[in-house]
């Protein structure tokens, strides 16, 4: 085995909006899952940070570095990769 990174960024190949969610997902209503290709090959799925009216298959896409979630009685937020549209780079 050998080490490999990623470098990320890629075309979403499928998506879906989720409207209706579980009570740990229900304030991020609506959101959007999609199946992405990264320029390396490999498809993964992965949210989408970007209005659902803005969502389109083929759409180019970047990593971004977002909070998952929080856990536990004393909130521990734990941190993650969501992907945002690739023209929304800094």
Same mark, same amino acid.
């Given at each position: 085995?050998?080490? =490999?990174?990623?470098? #990320? ?5 499928? @998506? &879906?909006?989720? =409207?209706? %969610? ?5 304030? /991020?209503?609506? @959101?959007? /899952? %999609?199946? !992405?290709? /990264?320029?390396? #090959? *490999?498809? /993964? &799925? ?15 896409? $970047? *990593?971004?570095?977002? !909070? ?5 009685? $004393?909130?521990?937020? =734990? =941190?993650?990769?969501?992907?945002? *549209? %690739?023209?929304?780079? *800094?």
């Amino acid at each position: 085995m050998e080490e =490999y990174r990623f470098r #990320g960024t890629g075309t979403v190949i499928t @998506y &879906t909006t989720i =409207y209706s %969610a579980t009570e740990d997902f229900e304030r /991020l209503t609506p @959101y959007n /899952l %999609a199946i !992405i290709q /990264l320029d390396e #090959g *490999p498809k /993964l &799925t992965g949210q989408v940070v970007c209005s659902p009216e803005s969502m389109k298959i083929g759409m180019r896409v $970047r *990593p971004v570095f977002r !909070i998952l979630g929080k856990e536990g009685e $004393r909130g521990i937020i =734990y =941190y993650g990769t969501k992907f945002a *549209p %690739a023209e929304d780079a *800094p």
